[in-house]
């Protein structure tokens, strides 16, 4: 199944066999004679075939894969093992390579790779919904703090954690005076803007592990972690003031 190409020690061609002609669509009268450039693709530079020339005519075999050209211009991949013929006084006189077609291998295998990087891409993108999902179910959506379900969660290990080491926690809770009018006489668009306005006083100069929530409604909530009572209220009443 593997066409045999034999050249002379210049690269022309001396003999093939009918697997060759059926790789090439040449017919043997046709290669015969001629030099194997008639299947140049044009698909590699210059330097693949110096070295590859200069690999075999120095009496060493050369195996790759080459894009060669049939004779109905269509290209092809093909693996090809090169070994020089050499005289007795160690001349080159002949190459022969062997040649296979693994067009549809090739093929096969970009298609697998092109699949492969769908998938992954696929994937990728699962997985940022799911982080998206993950987010949205502890985040307020109007403010950006996290809500009542994340508070609860963290708040019980926190409390947990401050218990086994003796070390305070702190919890502040505020919510505004008369939101409802607010809403009432303004409109809820008014409403949602003070809400976020809070919400920025609430994170601003907060500590790294201090977290802010949104706990309902006009109602928010800061965790402080590690805070005396008189730091506690020192925080709270600064926030009042603002």
């Known amino acids: 199944a593997n066409g045999i190409v034999i050249t002379d020690a210049t690269g ?46 120095g009496g060493e075999t ?15 991949h093909e693996e090809q093992t090169i070994a020089p013929v050499l005289d007795a006084g160690g001349q080159v006189t002949h190459f022969v390579a062997i040649k ?24 990728a993108e699962i997985e940022s ?28 290990r926190d409390a947990a954690r401050a218990a086994r080491a003796g070390e305070p926690l702190a919890i502040l ?18 409403g949602d803007l003070v809400l976020k306005v809070l919400a920025e006083i609430l994170t601003a100069g907060v500590r790294d592990s201090d977290l802010v929530c949104r706990f309902g409604g006009e109602e928010f909530v800061v965790l402080l972690p590690g805070a005396s009572m008189a730091v506690a209220c020192e925080r709270a009443e600064a926030v009042r003031g603002e």
């Open 129 to 156: 919904l799911n982080e998206q999902l993950r987010e949205r179910a502890i985040r307020d959506p109007l403010t950006g703090l996290h809500n009542r379900r994340y508070f609860t969660e963290t708040a019980g």
């Open 100 to 123: 296979a077609d693994v067009s549809a291998r090739r093929a096969a295998e970009e298609a697998l790779a092109t699949a492969n990087q769908e998938l992954a891409a696929r994937v």
């Open 62 to 76: 050369w195996s790759g894969t080459i894009v060669n050209r049939r004779k109905d211009g269509t290209l092809y």
């Open 12 to 57: 022309r061609i001396v003999w093939v066999n009918p697997a060759a002609c059926a790789i090439t669509g040449y017919a043997a009268d046709e290669l015969v004679g001629a030099h194997t450039r008639i299947l140049k693709s044009g698909e590699h530079g210059p330097g693949f075939y110096t070295d590859l020339w200069r690999s075999v005519t």
């Open 173 to 190: 809770a505020f919510d505004i005076d008369h939101f409802k009018t607010v809403n009432d006489r303004f409109g809820h668009a008014a």
